[in-house]
């Protein structure tokens, strides 16, 4: 049939459609919905049974209703009963996305009800429905007999085979008011082969984000809580905020139950967790993690984190963390312009065996100003950095400090290209302290009041020099500075809080006081030189090199021996980044000492990625500082994970420690498969570290995704 005859056939069966309806009877007149947007038609060939209220349409035929269309080979439309058949194949797209394939259907006018045999739908998600028969009831429910449900697609290669997973059931109904999904007389098949069967099985369809329900469970054990089953329950409190319930059932133990809140606010949000267990000597454990986060306007903003454990072991345990320490706090803080200001308080709880919770400080309050001021038409600009601090404890000392950092500040390019920076500043502390305690010779505490005034100038040069070369541009930056202070200045008056420990190297070489509060200062003249050195290529592959040294006139004792720091000349501190090409980086630290030239300091980083295999390992090695609370460390880290074929994928990983008396610390391996449908993955961990009750521990774990269904797991830890 020629375009002219299709047109033709589409207008006389729209006059025809016209007429029907208006000569319909009363209780087609009701169908308000079709009079007011009556149904449109196209096909090869329509014909109109006068006498029978009967139009026929053949070839190509579609039938448009709103956001819905019907396509069939041919279809016979009902005025009087306002019902459509369609034969061929007949497929109903929906507005949510869903398409309904079938042999044969029956519908009405607006396409919303109706049954249809030997039905396929393909849902927007892409997964599959398949029902001998299937009914729709004013587009709010679809029942479907002696139906099938996956979300695995056929395989191209042989269609006849059976699907990775799907599930069978007597009867599936589609509840689009409810939004939910349920079956009766469910099976769930694997490769055709029936695994599990329930009686009865639902679930939120794909549209719903969030909904209220048990969630899939998970089931393992672990060598000090025995047989572990966790049932977990999703509950949805409103439309921004819900929790999650979890009982951990245990053999060994009384068990214990877990709980997450989360909300959402308009200017903010609030998490937590927390849990409480009883052992087999009816001990009683617990603890909470929460953090809560709320703008107050544009400028200010408040948090709180609340974090405790009953005890230092029962979060590992139980599988709830492995902090080290927790860390509680409350803040204030504000952003205006060139200020920063804030208020905080601060608690602490270690969680290892050498911590004293007696001497754990309680920081309270924290207050913090900083300013900078706009640069005058020289570049000039003033700055300043306030802080009071004042920390407690239930033995040990307490100690107050105010500190007032006011600073002025200038740079300058020079024609040539160098850069000169010039800083003046006069810092001021005010220290007080009790029972602090102090060298033998000044006795055995301190309880008094210390003031430190310090003055600085500070003069920065470096000078960047550029040439290219073919397709390379080349970067080399020697570097001075220079600092003026007096000597002195760290009494043993005055409590060192926040600036016990410190690294030196590459990143600080630069730096006009190398400590990271504001409780010691370095003193004294000195000066830091050094030179930095690039090469990029046009390509994107780059190099670049940073060594530096210090230099003051006197020793201080301020740096402890291993330090780096402790003599007129600093040890050599360097850096080395290569990048040859994308998805390739190679890192070098180090430092060196300036006597022997023996390694002080080594870390070695390597990464990369190519089309199938990732890859990261990490080598540290550095000495103990005198007085460091912090051993040394001589350790390497590694992972490597690829793509074995198109669906499987393995990692490894692992940490050793190369010290003398080091061993391997943990070690994993994990094999995912990952198709369209499916996730399956099997985890082997095993961790040497050892803390009071907690052991060495090796753990397996599969976890099983169904996609669009949900989950499990099992872990098994048999040591």
Not at 675 to 695: A, I, K, M, N
Request: charged residues 25%.
């Amino acid at each position: 049939m020629t375009i002219k005859h299709t047109l033709l056939a589409t207008a006389l069966f729209a006059v025809a459609v016209l007429l029907g309806a208006l000569a319909s009877t009363p209780a087609r007149a009701e169908q308000g919905q079709n009079e007011e947007n009556p149904a449109t038609f196209a096909a090869d060939e329509m014909t109109h049974d006068k006498e029978l209220s009967i139009i026929t349409a053949r070839g190509h035929v579609e039938v448009n209703h709103g956001e819905r269309t019907l396509l069939a080979d041919s279809i016979s439309y009902n005025q009087i009963t306002d019902a459509i058949k369609a034969y061929g194949n007949v497929a109903l797209h929906q507005p949510s996305g869903d398409i309904l394939f079938a042999d044969t259907m029956e519908i009405t006018g607006d396409l919303k009800n109706g049954m249809a045999d030997d039905l396929l739908a393909v849902m927007a998600d892409r997964s599959r429905f398949a029902a001998k028969k299937a009914t729709l009831v004013n587009d709010e429910t679809m029942t479907m007999d002696r139906a099938i449900y996956s979300a695995c697609e056929p395989c191209k290669d042989n269609p006849t085979r059976p699907l990775l997973w799907q599930l069978k059931a007597i009867k599936i109904v589609h509840d689009r008011t409810k939004k939910i999904i349920t079956y009766k007389d469910v099976w769930l098949e694997v490769m055709g082969v029936p695994v599990v069967y329930t009686p009865y099985l639902s679930y939120p369809d794909p549209t719903v984000k969030r909904k209220s329900g048990f969630l899939t469970p998970n089931w393992g054990a672990s060598s000090s809580l025995g047989s572990i089953i966790q049932a977990p329950y999703f509950y949805v409190l409103d439309d921004s905020s819900d929790i999650t319930i979890t009982p951990l059932i245990t053999s060994q133990e009384y068990g214990a139950i877990h709980g997450e809140y989360r909300e959402k606010f308009t200017k903010g949000e609030i998490t937590a967790e927390t849990s409480g267990a009883f052992d087999a000597s009816s001990r009683a454990y617990g603890h909470i993690k929460s953090e809560a986060r709320f703008d107050v306007d544009r400028t200010w903003r408040w948090g709180a984190d609340l974090n405790r454990s009953s005890s230092d072991t029962y979060m590992r345990r139980y599988g709830y963390g492995n902090e080290s320490s927790l860390t509680s706090q409350a803040f204030l803080e504000g952003f205006r312009g060139n200020t920063y200001t804030s208020f905080s308080t601060m608690a602490f709880q270690g969680l290892s065996a050498s911590d004293d919770s007696r001497t754990s400080p309680l920081v309270l309050p924290v207050a913090q100003f900083n300013y900078t001021g706009d640069p005058d038409k020289y570049g000039a600009y003033n700055a300043l950095d306030l802080n009071f601090t004042k920390l407690t404890r239930e033995l040990g000392t307490d100690s107050t400090r105010i500190s007032v950092r006011p600073s002025w500040n200038i740079s300058h390019i020079a024609p040539k290209g160098d850069i000169y920076k010039l800083r003046a500043s006069m810092g001021l502390d005010f220290f007080n302290a009790q029972e602090l305690p102090v060298p033998q010779s000044r006795g055995s505490t301190y309880d008094g009041s210390a003031l430190r005034p310090t003055p600085e100038l500070e003069f920065d040069w470096s000078w960047p020099l550029a040439r290219r070369n073919g397709t390379v541009t080349e970067v080399l930056e020697p570097i001075g500075q220079v600092i003026v202070s007096p000597y002195g200045g760290n009494s043993f008056k005055m409590a060192n809080e926040d600036s016990q420990d410190f690294d030196f190297s590459d990143a600080n070489v630069f730096s006009a006081n190398r400590f990271t509060g504001y409780d010691r200062v370095e003193s004294g003249p000195r000066a830091n030189f050094g030179a930095k050195w690039s090469v990029t290529g046009d390509g994107g592959g780059s190099t670049s090199v940073l060594v530096g040294q210090s230099y003051r006139l006197k020793d201080d004792s301020t740096f402890n021996s291993g330090s780096g720091l402790e003599n007129n000349f600093s040890d050599y501190v360097g850096k080395i980044d290569f990048s040859p090409q994308e998805g390739l980086n190679l890192l070098y630290r180090t430092r060196i000492d300036k006597d022997t030239l023996d390694f002080r300091r080594h870390e070695v980083a390597v990464s990369g990625t190519t089309s199938s295999i990732d890859y990261n390992a990490n080598y540290v090695f550095f000495e103990r500082q005198e007085g460091s609370e912090f051993s040394g460390r001589k350790e390497i880290n590694y992972a490597v994970g690829g793509d074995l074929t198109d669906t499987w994928r393995a990692r490894f990983n692992g940490v050793r420690d190369l010290s003398e008396n080091g061993g391997q610390r943990s070690t994993g391996l994990s094999l995912i498969y990952e198709d369209e449908c499916l996730e399956f993955s099997t985890q082997f961990s095993r961790t040497f570290y050892q803390d009071r009750d907690l052991r060495p521990t090796d753990a397996i774990m599969f976890r099983v995704l169904f996609k669009t269904l949900g989950e499990f797991s099992s872990s098994v830890n048999p040591s």
